[in-house]
C-alpha cells in the first residue's frame, strides 16, 4: 500500500469516527466518549503526516508508533462503545471498528518493516 492510499484511509476512518461519535447518546458516558473517540481517531491520520516528514528512521518508527497506540485506543472505545449502547448506528460502528483492525494490521505490519530494515544496518 502506497503512503497515499493510506493516508486517504486515515482521513476517512477520522471522518467515520466524528460521524459515529455525533450520534451518542446525549449523556455523561455518551459526551465523554465522543471526546476521547474524536481524539483517538482522528490522531493516526494527524501523526501519519508527521511521520511523513521524520527527521530520521528512528522518528519516523516512533511516530508510527504513535499512530498504532491511537488506532488500538479507538477500537478499545469503540468495544466500548458497542457495549454500552451509547449508539443505535451500529452500520456505521461496525464499519469503524472493523477499519481500526485492519488499520491496525497494516501498521504493525509497517513498523515491523522499518525496524527490520533499520537493523540491518546496524552492527552487533
Known amino acids: 500500500m502506497n503512503k497515499q492510499i ?11 469516527i466524528i460521524n459515529v461519535a ?13 471526546g476521547q473517540i474524536i481524539r483517538s481517531g482522528t490522531s493516526p491520520a494527524l501523526n501519519y503526516g508527521e511521520a511523513q516528514s521524520a527527521e530520521s528512521k528512528k522518528d519516523f518508527i516512533h511516530k508510527m508508533g504513535i499512530c ?10 469503540l468495544k466500548i462503545i458497542e457495549k454500552a449502547n451509547l ?9 469503524a ?5 485492519e488499520l491496525i494490521s ?4 509497517s513498523i ?3 525496524k527490520a530494515s ?7
Open 6 to 16: 493510506l493516508e486517504d484511509r486515515l482521513i476517512d476512518f477520522a471522518a467515520l
Open 22 to 34: 455525533t450520534n451518542f447518546e446525549k449523556n455523561y458516558a455518551g459526551n465523554h466518549l465522543a
Open 68 to 77: 498504532l497506540k491511537e488506532l488500538r485506543e479507538s477500537f478499545v472505545c
Open 87 to 95: 449508539t443505535a448506528d451500529l452500520e456505521n460502528l461496525t464499519r
Open 97 to 101: 471498528k472493523k477499519e481500526a483492525n
Open 106 to 109: 497494516i501498521f504493525v505490519s
Open 112 to 114: 515491523k518493516t522499518s
Open 118 to 124: 533499520s537493523d540491518t544496518g546496524k552492527s552487533n
